[in-house]
């Protein structure tokens, strides 16, 4: 695993032990990966949420829910960055820290 000259961000090569499993099968998996953070929950089985860009509060709220619920079984949950969804799983993101954006 390389250190690019930016702090808390790791760059790790396809040929790196530390490569994560899944991106290997695409069909064509990237070279190398920017990772900020912690890798580790590359590993956990992964769970998308995608949500809609006007979401009524009831969609919010079931995000909320169905995301907690998620993480709280053990899977990473990740999120496509939807105006009101991503916030919501902000939320999960802070109480059990095993959600992605």
């Known amino acids: 695993?390389?250190?690019p000259k930016i702090s808390n961000i790791?760059?790790?090569?396809?040929?790196?032990?530390?490569?994560?499993a899944r991106p290997l099968d695409l069909y064509?998996?990237?070279n190398s990966l920017y990772i900020y953070g912690d890798i580790q929950p590359l590993s956990l089985s992964m769970?998308?949420?995608?949500g809609s860009r006007a979401a009524s509060?009831?969609?919010?709220k079931n995000t909320h829910?169905?995301?907690?619920?998620?993480?709280?079984?053990?899977?990473?949950?990740i999120s496509g960055l939807a105006r009101y969804i991503s916030p919501s799983l902000g939320a999960v993101?802070?109480?059990?820290?095993?959600?992605?954006?």
Not at 47 to 50: G, S
Not at 57 to 60: C, D, E, L, M
């Open 1 to 3: 695993m390389s250190s």
């Open 93 to 101: 993101t802070n109480h059990f820290n095993k959600t992605s954006n």
């Open 28 to 30: 064509d998996p990237p």
């Open 65 to 77: 829910c169905f995301s907690r619920a998620l993480s709280e079984a053990g899977y990473l949950v």
């Open 57 to 60: 509060p009831k969609g919010i």
């Open 47 to 50: 769970l998308a949420i995608v």
């Open 10 to 20: 790791a760059l790790i090569q396809r040929n790196d032990p530390c490569y994560p």
